[in-house]
Nanobody, 126 residues
Framework: QVQLVESGGGSVQAGGSLRLSCTASRYLYDMNCMAWFRQAPGKEREGVAGIRHRDGRTYYAASVKGRFTISQNGSQNTVYLEMNSLKPEDTAMYYC???????????????????WGQGTQVTVSS
């Protein structure tokens, strides 16, 4: 079992930046993939960014590529999502997720993630 706790959400104006953090209750590299998802009201959950530990491969949704960066600090058991040039359409609840399977891709398929955080709200105003 692993608990994931997100933080860093808030309200910003368009063009601003936020950094989300996700701290795991156990050694980060016990998980094989980590990812960030988001869900806006009335919309389906969307995979935003992910990372696969065995080779460092990253995934970004087309809508955030070039603006968002996923990174991690193993000594802190923490994964980050740096979000720049924020847009109103980035407004959503953001969730951290972890996958144990060694075959995980780190991609946007939510079915491969075993553990989820409670989420942190990001609101971007125009």
């Amino acid at each position: 079992q692993v608990q994931l706790v997100e933080s860093g959400g808030g309200s910003v104006q368009a063009g601003g930046s936020l950094r989300l953090s996700c701290t795991a209750s156990r050694y980060l590299y016990d998980m094989n993939c980590m990812a960030w998802f988001r869900q806006a009201p009335g919309k389906e959950r969307e995979g935003v960014a992910g990372i696969r530990h065995r080779d460092g491969r990253t995934y970004y949704a087309a809508s955030v590529k070039g603006r968002f960066t996923i990174s991690q600090n193993g000594s802190q058991n923490t994964v980050y999502l740096e979000m720049n040039s924020l847009k109103p359409e980035d407004t959503a609840m953001y969730y951290c997720a972890a996958a144990q399977s060694p075959y995980c891709s780190g991609g946007p398929g939510s079915e491969e993630y075993n553990y989820w955080g409670q989420g942190t709200q990001v609101t971007v105003s125009s």
